[in-house]
Protein backbone atom coordinates (compact mmCIF):
# COMPACT_ATOMS: atom_id res chain seq x y z
CA UNK A 1 0.00 0.00 0.00
CA UNK A 2 1.47 3.26 -0.79
CA UNK A 3 2.53 5.56 1.32
CA UNK A 4 0.66 8.80 1.88
CA UNK A 5 0.50 11.48 4.46
CA UNK A 6 -2.14 13.94 3.57
CA UNK A 7 -6.12 12.72 3.63
CA UNK A 8 -6.22 11.01 7.22
CA UNK A 9 -9.55 10.34 8.34
CA UNK A 10 -11.69 12.70 10.55
CA UNK A 11 -11.42 12.13 13.84
CA UNK A 12 -14.78 11.44 15.60
CA UNK A 13 -16.03 14.08 18.57
CA UNK A 14 -17.47 10.71 20.67
CA UNK A 15 -13.55 9.38 20.68
CA UNK A 16 -12.38 12.75 22.09
CA UNK A 17 -11.91 10.98 25.83
CA UNK A 18 -9.61 7.99 23.77
CA UNK A 19 -7.37 10.89 21.94
CA UNK A 20 -7.39 12.98 25.28
CA UNK A 21 -6.04 9.50 27.14
CA UNK A 22 -3.59 8.47 23.88
CA UNK A 23 -1.31 12.18 24.53
CA UNK A 24 1.30 11.55 26.53
CA UNK A 25 0.78 14.22 30.03
CA UNK A 26 4.97 15.07 29.16
CA UNK A 27 4.64 17.99 31.78
CA UNK A 28 3.06 16.25 34.51
CA UNK A 29 5.40 13.30 34.22
CA UNK A 30 8.33 16.15 34.10
CA UNK A 31 7.27 17.97 37.29
CA UNK A 32 9.09 15.55 39.65
CA UNK A 33 12.31 15.84 37.84
CA UNK A 34 11.77 19.80 37.33
CA UNK A 35 11.41 19.68 41.63
CA UNK A 36 14.71 17.80 42.19
CA UNK A 37 16.67 19.79 40.04
CA UNK A 38 15.20 23.13 41.57
CA UNK A 39 16.24 22.25 45.25
CA UNK A 40 19.30 20.73 44.24
CA UNK A 41 19.76 24.50 42.35
CA UNK A 42 18.36 25.87 45.66
CA UNK A 43 20.75 23.67 48.19
CA UNK A 44 23.95 25.13 45.89
CA UNK A 45 23.07 28.12 46.01
CA UNK A 46 22.34 28.11 49.84
CA UNK A 47 26.07 26.52 50.17
CA UNK A 48 27.53 28.93 48.26
CA UNK A 49 26.29 31.69 50.06
CA UNK A 50 24.94 33.26 46.41
CA UNK A 51 21.87 35.11 46.54
CA UNK A 52 20.38 33.40 43.25
CA UNK A 53 16.78 32.85 45.72
CA UNK A 54 14.31 35.36 47.85
CA UNK A 55 12.01 33.69 49.89
CA UNK A 56 9.04 35.61 48.57
CA UNK A 57 10.04 35.49 45.41
CA UNK A 58 10.59 31.74 45.61
CA UNK A 59 7.26 31.27 47.05
CA UNK A 60 5.52 33.38 44.59
CA UNK A 61 6.90 31.19 41.58
CA UNK A 62 6.05 28.04 43.11
CA UNK A 63 2.21 29.17 43.68
CA UNK A 64 2.21 30.92 40.44
CA UNK A 65 3.73 27.44 38.70
CA UNK A 66 1.07 25.67 41.27
CA UNK A 67 -2.28 27.87 39.49
CA UNK A 68 -1.09 27.52 36.13
CA UNK A 69 -0.97 23.69 36.24
CA UNK A 70 -4.84 23.96 37.43
CA UNK A 71 -5.69 26.57 35.05
CA UNK A 72 -3.94 24.51 31.90
CA UNK A 73 -5.70 20.96 33.21
CA UNK A 74 -8.95 22.67 33.34
CA UNK A 75 -8.39 24.15 29.64
CA UNK A 76 -7.14 21.05 28.11
CA UNK A 77 -10.37 19.33 26.43
CA UNK A 78 -11.86 22.56 25.12
CA UNK A 79 -8.38 23.12 23.84
CA UNK A 80 -7.97 19.57 22.44
CA UNK A 81 -12.28 19.75 20.92
CA UNK A 82 -10.88 23.03 19.29
CA UNK A 83 -7.86 21.52 17.46
CA UNK A 84 -9.92 18.59 16.63
CA UNK A 85 -12.50 20.89 15.04
CA UNK A 86 -9.58 22.23 13.09
CA UNK A 87 -8.10 19.20 11.79
CA UNK A 88 -11.58 17.74 10.43
CA UNK A 89 -12.27 21.07 9.44
CA UNK A 90 -9.47 21.43 6.51
CA UNK A 91 -9.13 18.12 3.64
CA UNK A 92 -5.01 18.15 4.10
CA UNK A 93 -5.06 16.43 7.50
CA UNK A 94 -1.75 14.92 7.95
CA UNK A 95 -1.80 11.01 9.40
CA UNK A 96 -0.24 10.19 12.96
CA UNK A 97 3.24 9.78 12.01
CA UNK A 98 5.65 10.82 14.99
CA UNK A 99 8.07 12.22 12.80
CA UNK A 100 6.07 14.79 11.40
CA UNK A 101 6.71 16.26 15.24
CA UNK A 102 10.42 17.48 13.76
CA UNK A 103 8.69 20.35 11.61
CA UNK A 104 6.30 20.66 13.70
CA UNK A 105 8.27 22.03 16.31
CA UNK A 106 10.20 23.94 14.21
CA UNK A 107 7.06 25.64 12.80
CA UNK A 108 5.77 26.13 16.31
CA UNK A 109 8.72 27.80 17.10
CA UNK A 110 8.64 30.60 14.40
CA UNK A 111 5.20 31.09 15.79
CA UNK A 112 6.27 31.53 18.98
CA UNK A 113 8.73 33.64 18.77
CA UNK A 114 6.58 36.30 16.99
CA UNK A 115 3.74 35.44 20.01
CA UNK A 116 7.03 35.92 22.85
CA UNK A 117 7.92 39.09 20.41
CA UNK A 118 4.39 41.02 20.15
CA UNK A 119 3.79 40.36 24.05
CA UNK A 120 6.43 42.57 24.72
CA UNK A 121 5.29 45.14 21.99
CA UNK A 122 1.41 45.25 22.65
CA UNK A 123 0.58 46.09 26.54
CA UNK A 124 -2.60 43.62 26.41
CA UNK A 125 -0.33 40.83 25.29
CA UNK A 126 1.99 41.84 27.77
CA UNK A 127 -0.20 42.00 30.59
CA UNK A 128 0.16 37.95 29.92
CA UNK A 129 3.07 37.78 29.76
CA UNK A 130 5.23 40.06 32.24
CA UNK A 131 4.31 37.53 35.17
CA UNK A 132 7.60 35.90 33.72
CA UNK A 133 9.31 38.59 33.65
CA UNK A 134 8.60 40.11 37.00
CA UNK A 135 11.02 38.16 39.21
CA UNK A 136 14.38 40.06 40.19
CA UNK A 137 16.64 36.85 40.47
CA UNK A 138 16.95 33.91 37.60
CA UNK A 139 16.76 30.93 38.86
CA UNK A 140 14.86 27.62 37.73
CA UNK A 141 11.73 28.65 39.60
CA UNK A 142 11.46 31.66 37.05
CA UNK A 143 10.25 28.77 34.55
CA UNK A 144 6.80 27.73 36.89
CA UNK A 145 6.35 31.75 36.30
CA UNK A 146 3.91 31.52 33.71
CA UNK A 147 0.24 33.99 33.56
CA UNK A 148 -2.51 31.97 34.47
CA UNK A 149 -4.24 34.02 30.93
CA UNK A 150 -0.76 33.09 28.57
CA UNK A 151 -3.66 30.06 26.91
CA UNK A 152 -5.00 33.40 25.12
CA UNK A 153 -2.09 33.48 23.03
CA UNK A 154 -3.30 30.23 21.44
CA UNK A 155 -4.44 32.60 18.52
CA UNK A 156 -1.06 32.93 17.40
CA UNK A 157 -0.65 29.32 17.02
CA UNK A 158 -3.87 28.78 15.09
CA UNK A 159 -1.59 28.81 11.90
CA UNK A 160 0.06 25.20 13.12
CA UNK A 161 -3.13 23.70 13.54
CA UNK A 162 -4.42 24.98 10.01
CA UNK A 163 -1.58 22.96 8.62
CA UNK A 164 -2.73 19.73 9.52
CA UNK A 165 -0.71 18.49 11.76
CA UNK A 166 -2.54 15.65 14.17
CA UNK A 167 -3.78 16.67 17.27
CA UNK A 168 -1.73 14.46 18.94
CA UNK A 169 1.42 15.96 17.31
CA UNK A 170 0.44 19.37 18.10
CA UNK A 171 0.00 18.83 21.79
CA UNK A 172 2.97 17.10 22.28
CA UNK A 173 5.04 19.63 20.59
CA UNK A 174 3.60 22.39 22.67
CA UNK A 175 4.93 20.11 25.90
CA UNK A 176 8.00 19.34 24.66
CA UNK A 177 8.69 23.24 23.85
CA UNK A 178 7.04 24.78 27.18
CA UNK A 179 9.61 22.44 29.52
CA UNK A 180 12.65 22.92 27.11
CA UNK A 181 12.34 26.37 28.85
CA UNK A 182 13.00 24.60 32.01
CA UNK A 183 16.87 24.16 32.16
CA UNK A 184 17.60 27.94 30.46
CA UNK A 185 16.34 29.70 33.63
CA UNK A 186 19.90 29.15 35.78
CA UNK A 187 23.06 31.09 36.42
CA UNK A 188 24.98 27.72 37.03
CA UNK A 189 25.36 27.47 33.04
CA UNK A 190 27.20 29.90 31.22
CA UNK A 191 28.63 30.18 28.25
CA UNK A 192 28.18 26.98 25.93
CA UNK A 193 30.03 25.55 22.45
CA UNK A 194 29.63 28.31 20.07
CA UNK A 195 27.40 26.39 17.72
CA UNK A 196 25.11 25.66 20.31
CA UNK A 197 25.34 29.11 21.46
CA UNK A 198 24.43 30.08 17.96
CA UNK A 199 21.20 27.77 16.95
CA UNK A 200 19.76 27.49 20.49
CA UNK A 201 18.01 29.68 23.47
CA UNK A 202 20.89 28.70 25.64
CA UNK A 203 20.74 30.20 29.56
CA UNK A 204 23.04 32.93 28.83
CA UNK A 205 20.94 33.94 25.36
CA UNK A 206 17.77 33.87 27.68
CA UNK A 207 19.29 35.55 30.67
CA UNK A 208 19.81 38.44 28.17
CA UNK A 209 16.11 38.36 27.25
CA UNK A 210 15.14 38.68 31.10
CA UNK A 211 17.71 41.75 31.15
CA UNK A 212 16.33 44.91 32.49
CA UNK A 213 19.01 47.19 30.98
CA UNK A 214 18.28 49.32 28.00
CA UNK A 215 20.15 47.15 25.65
CA UNK A 216 19.23 44.08 26.64
CA UNK A 217 14.80 45.21 26.50
CA UNK A 218 13.12 43.35 24.17
CA UNK A 219 16.00 40.74 22.50
CA UNK A 220 16.07 37.21 22.34
CA UNK A 221 13.12 36.42 21.78
CA UNK A 222 13.57 32.64 20.67
CA UNK A 223 12.25 30.18 22.54
CA UNK A 224 13.86 26.94 21.69
CA UNK A 225 16.07 28.65 18.76
CA UNK A 226 17.52 31.43 18.79
CA UNK A 227 18.34 31.57 14.99
CA UNK A 228 14.88 33.22 14.40
CA UNK A 229 16.60 36.37 16.66
CA UNK A 230 19.22 36.10 14.14
CA UNK A 231 17.22 36.83 10.88
CA UNK A 232 14.40 39.21 12.46
CA UNK A 233 17.39 41.56 14.24
CA UNK A 234 16.79 40.81 17.59
CA UNK A 235 19.88 38.78 18.77
CA UNK A 236 21.50 39.97 21.38
CA UNK A 237 24.42 38.42 23.17
CA UNK A 238 25.25 38.36 27.19
CA UNK A 239 28.12 41.23 27.54
CA UNK A 240 27.86 42.54 31.04
CA UNK A 241 25.76 41.03 34.48
CA UNK A 242 21.81 41.14 33.49
CA UNK A 243 19.69 42.93 35.84
CA UNK A 244 16.99 41.10 35.84
CA UNK A 245 13.49 42.08 36.55
CA UNK A 246 11.32 44.82 34.92
CA UNK A 247 11.91 48.49 35.08
CA UNK A 248 9.29 49.25 37.68
CA UNK A 249 9.42 46.03 39.92
CA UNK A 250 7.08 44.81 41.60
CA UNK A 251 6.50 45.02 46.07
CA UNK A 252 4.16 42.11 46.10
CA UNK A 253 6.59 38.93 45.69
CA UNK A 254 4.82 36.23 47.11
CA UNK A 255 0.92 36.51 46.23
CA UNK A 256 0.42 34.76 42.98
CA UNK A 257 -3.04 36.65 41.95
CA UNK A 258 -0.91 39.77 42.00
CA UNK A 259 1.86 38.52 39.97
CA UNK A 260 -0.86 37.63 37.39
CA UNK A 261 -3.13 40.39 37.58
CA UNK A 262 -1.33 43.56 38.89
CA UNK A 263 -0.80 44.65 34.80
CA UNK A 264 -4.59 44.19 33.43
CA UNK A 265 -5.34 45.95 36.63
CA UNK A 266 -3.06 49.20 35.99
CA UNK A 267 -4.04 48.77 31.96
CA UNK A 268 -7.53 48.77 33.32
CA UNK A 269 -7.21 52.04 35.62
CA UNK A 270 -5.38 53.88 32.71
CA UNK A 271 -7.75 52.60 30.39
CA UNK A 272 -10.30 54.46 32.53
CA UNK A 273 -8.76 57.75 33.14
CA UNK A 274 -7.13 58.29 29.43
CA UNK A 275 -9.14 60.83 27.90
CA UNK A 276 -10.01 60.17 23.95
CA UNK A 277 -10.21 56.72 21.85
CA UNK A 278 -6.87 57.33 20.66
CA UNK A 279 -5.25 57.47 24.32
CA UNK A 280 -7.35 54.32 25.52
CA UNK A 281 -6.12 52.05 22.26
CA UNK A 282 -2.58 53.43 23.66
CA UNK A 283 -2.60 52.26 26.96
CA UNK A 284 -4.38 48.81 25.62
CA UNK A 285 -2.61 47.69 22.44
CA UNK A 286 0.72 50.79 23.05
CA UNK A 287 4.22 50.12 23.29
CA UNK A 288 4.77 48.75 27.20
CA UNK A 289 8.22 50.84 27.17
CA UNK A 290 6.64 53.88 25.65
CA UNK A 291 3.89 53.64 28.25
CA UNK A 292 6.32 53.66 31.36
CA UNK A 293 8.17 56.59 29.83
CA UNK A 294 4.76 58.67 29.47
CA UNK A 295 3.69 57.79 32.90
CA UNK A 296 7.13 58.37 34.24
CA UNK A 297 7.26 61.72 32.32
CA UNK A 298 3.73 62.47 33.31
CA UNK A 299 4.57 61.63 37.25
CA UNK A 300 7.32 64.28 36.67
CA UNK A 301 5.32 66.73 35.43
CA UNK A 302 2.76 66.55 38.44
CA UNK A 303 6.02 66.72 41.18
CA UNK A 304 6.82 70.21 39.13
CA UNK A 305 3.61 71.59 39.56
CA UNK A 306 3.23 70.27 42.97
CA UNK A 307 6.89 71.70 43.97
CA UNK A 308 5.85 75.13 42.17
CA UNK A 309 2.72 75.43 43.97
CA UNK A 310 4.36 74.74 47.07
Known amino acids: MPFSLFGAEKIPFDSLHNIEKNIPNIILWAVPVMLFFTVIEMAVTYYQEKEFYEKKETIGSILVGLG ?67 GEHYNLTVSYRLSWIQHLKIVFFLPVAFMGFHPIIFFVTNQIAVLFQFWVHTEYIRRMPAWIEYIFATPSNHRVHHGSQEKY ?94
Open 68 to 134: NLVVTAALKVGLLYMCIWIYNLIPWRMELQWWTLIPCYIIYDFFSYWAHRVSHEQRFWWATHIVHHS
Open 217 to 310: IDKNFGATFIFWDRIFGTFQPEEEPVIYGVTTNITNKANPFFINFHELTDMVSDVRQAKGFRKKLFYIFGSPVKIAEEKKEMERQQLEKASVAA
